[in-house]
């Protein structure tokens, strides 16, 4: 079973400041680096790397890594259309799977990723995401089935793959993380993360 993954790493960190959130760092490395490693360490298929703002800042961190990096070029549309150009460049590839993963949860690990494909084969479902806390919602990071991917193609905006988790509810598998509402949008976040980690 091939297995891509899809690494969003183009946003701007508008609300921190246009500080490149993807360049912070846990445990001495990059986040960008924390996950493409973690990504590269499943052995499942292509993994690729969509950049947008910041390029030249972040590509640097990833000298060395063999993924495969995608600019965006409408990053400033949101994440919808990271998705699309992702997808767009896994379309000739025997692809059966793919996850979407996000720069800014600093706690996603290569076992964290493969607990959501371990629980695919488990239970034979579309789509695995991971449950934030006890009452959260359900999101990212999520494995789909290829067959998912037009859709994604006609998501716009900012909306991701939260928008299918909830739409094929009745496709869908689940795995607790509830690590995953520390995300690092904004200084106070970043604060709050420094200080309890």
Excluded at 1 to 25: C, D, E, F, H, V
Excluded at 29 to 40: K, V
Excluded at 46 to 73: S, Y
Aim: charged residues 15%; glycine residues 8%.
């Amino acid at each position: 079973m091939s297995i891509a993954t899809i690494i969003l790493a183009a946003g701007a960190s508008t609300r921190l400041g246009g500080q490149p959130k993807q360049l912070l760092t846990h445990n001495g490395t990059t986040l960008i680096r924390q996950i493409s490693d973690a990504a590269l360490s499943l052995q499942t298929g292509p993994v690729i790397v969509i950049l947008g703002a910041n390029q030249n800042q972040i590509q640097p961190e990833l000298i060395g890594l063999p993924v495969r990096i995608v600019q965006n070029p409408t990053w400033h549309e949101g994440i919808a259309s990271s998705l699309r150009v992702g997808l767009n460049t896994l379309a000739d590839e025997p692809v059966d799977f793919f996850l979407v993963v996000l720069t800014d949860q600093p706690y996603v690990t290569a076992d964290l990723l493969q607990q959501l494909i371990s629980t695919q084969q488990q239970t034979g479902r579309g789509i695995v995401a991971c449950r934030y806390g006890e009452a959260g919602h359900l999101g990212v990071p999520a494995l789909f089935d290829i067959r998912y991917a037009p859709e994604f193609m006609n998501l716009l905006g900012d909306i991701g793959a939260r928008k299918l988790i909830k739409q094929y509810a009745g496709d869908c598998a689940e795995i607790p993380f509830p690590l995953a509402d520390i995300d690092l949008d904004t200084a106070q976040d970043v604060a709050t993360w420094r200080a309890n980690s």
